[in-house]
């Protein structure tokens, strides 16, 4: 099958510099949610047209070439004299052998059951519509039947009184034998009420020369919904939202509120899963059984190892957090930070580039980067790896059974030795010996008959 994309329109209403197939629904261009759906369907060709925004969009395409998949061919369409004007731009790319799919890049949640059902239904030598009926049909393209039978589509400033009362509506998806295809598009006019050469004329012509018309239709109004505005774009957003609660709520996982959860990526749940409000989720998330999210945390490419306990407002990415860890409230994973089994990572505590052995904690306000920290070492409050000189970064290693009172400064590179202490506020320069006390603080004293100063009278 050939898919040709439709992309060329330059989104006015957006309000925005960026070309309107480009603004993100759940964190993915709107373009990107509809090659997705078209690769899904294994096509021989892809082509998308592209107008408005220069090269960005020919940019974003090749960015998504991947091995195993057809490249995508981008053709540009300047001036955009309409969407049948559009498809003329990728004929050359096409295989006339195969049907042509024709989807809509500002059109970005069909699902591939409905392209699937209205590709069936199309066959090799059938014209296949996907069409719905609109409670609110205005500014749409009508579906004109007679005797049951699709003969044309009529666009709404062209349409008759008559016609304009129709509910069903094009939502713009067909499939075509290409072949048919090309014919057809070789003989538009442009004589119509907008001056455009209309794509949905093939329909016409379709019937003229005895070529079946057939239609399928979406589970929703919302799988052929544009978008043409930042209004539509967040109902849509919110639509996209809730279908992935659905699914998540589905499988098991208990949500707080299905209305209050925002997948941008993949997000991988076990049994017993608990998700509280407010969490965000970006590229590849995985919660293991029984992980409990508190509200309000952002999670970015990270695992979390069951049993987990993520309190709110955590900040975690590029991580992964161990089986029966305790994480938060208001703790920040950086990338590169591992922790293993039963690690407690508490408030205002940062972590980047380390690993954490089993049944390690640091409770409250630290910054450990660069380190490898062992098994059971408690960290206390306050203190920090110093990693960066100003020019390189070095490591701290702090061995099982260490504890680093608070308050203290570990200047890499620089290890602590198995069961090795830390007094508070110890400023370490040098490695510290394995089992003993170490300490670096100027001696405390105390001054006999000092008193404080009086304020002078004047
Ligand atoms: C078109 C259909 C209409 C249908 C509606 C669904 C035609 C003539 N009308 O309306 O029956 O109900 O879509 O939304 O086909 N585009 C180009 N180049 C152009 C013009 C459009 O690439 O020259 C692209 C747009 O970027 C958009 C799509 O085609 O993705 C539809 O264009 P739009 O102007 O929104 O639709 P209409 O022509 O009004
Ligand atoms: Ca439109």
């Not at 707080?256 to 209050?260: E, G, I, Q, T």
């Given at each position: 099958m050939n898919v040709v994309i439709l992309a060329a329109g330059m989104g006015k209403r957006m309000q925005s510099a960026l070309p309107k197939v480009l603004h993100p629904l759940a964190g993915k261009p709107l373009l990107q949610h509809v090659i997705d759906a078209a690769r899904s369907l294994v096509p021989s060709k892809l082509c998308v047209i592209y107008g408005h925004g220069g090269a960005a969009v020919p940019a974003m395409v090749a960015g998504l070439a991947a091995e195993g998949q057809a490249p995508i061919a981008t053709a540009l369409q300047e001036?955009?004299?309409g969407t049948g004007h559009a498809v003329m731009q990728a004929l050359p790319q096409l295989d006339d052998a195969q049907p042509t799919l024709i989807l809509y890049g500002?059109?970005?949640?069909?699902?591939v059951a409905s392209l699937r059902a209205l590709v069936d239904a199309a066959g090799s030598d059938k014209l296949g519509i996907l069409t719905v009926e609109q409670s609110n049909p205005f500014g749409l393209g009508r579906i004109v039947r007679e005797g049951g039978k699709i003969v044309r589509i009529v666009e709404e400033k062209d349409a008759s009184a008559a016609e304009k009362a129709i509910h069903e509506i094009n939502s713009g998806i067909l499939v075509v034998p290409t072949v048919h295809l090309k014919k057809w598009l070789a003989s538009l006019s442009n004589n119509n009420a907008q001056g455009e050469y209309y794509l949905t004329d093939i329909v016409a012509k379709a019937v003229a020369d005895g070529v079946q018309v057939v239609s399928a239709h979406p589970s929703a109004e919302w799988e052929v919904a544009g978008v043409n505005s930042k209004v539509q774009l967040a109902e849509l957003e919110r639509r996209h939202q809730l279908n992935i609660a659905q699914r998540l709520l589905e499988q098991g996982v208990t949500l707080?509120?299905?209305?209050?959860i925002d997948v941008r990526g993949e997000l991988i749940c076990g049994r017993d899963v608990t998700i509280d409000v407010g969490c965000v989720f970006e590229g590849r998330v995985e919660l293991a059984d029984g992980v409990t999210l508190g509200p309000h945390s952002v999670l970015i490419n990270a695992r979390i190892g069951a049993g987990a306990l993520i309190k709110p407002f955590c900040h975690i990415e590029d991580a992964v957090v161990g089986a029966a860890s305790q994480i938060g409230p208001y703790a920040r994973l950086r990338p590169g930070t591992t922790l293993a089994e039963d690690v407690h990572i508490g408030n205002f505590v940062e972590i980047k580039n380390s690993q954490v052995a089993a049944h390690s904690k640091a409770n409250h306000l630290a910054y450990v980067g660069d380190a490898t920290i062992g098994s059971r070492v408690n960290i206390g409050a306050g203190t920090i790896t110093c990693n960066y000189d100003g020019a390189n970064k070095f490591r701290t290693v702090i061995e099982d059974d260490a504890f680093i009172g608070s308050d203290s400064q570990l200047i890499a590179p620089v290890t602590v030795g198995k069961g090795a202490t830390l007094g508070a506020g110890t400023t370490l320069s040098k490695d510290a010996p394995a089992g003993k006390l170490t300490i670096s603080r100027a001696k405390q004293i105390t001054i006999e008959n000092w008193t404080r100063p009086v304020k002078v009278k004047k």
């Open positions: 001036p955009q004299l500002d059109v970005p949640l069909t699902t707080m509120d299905p209305a209050r």
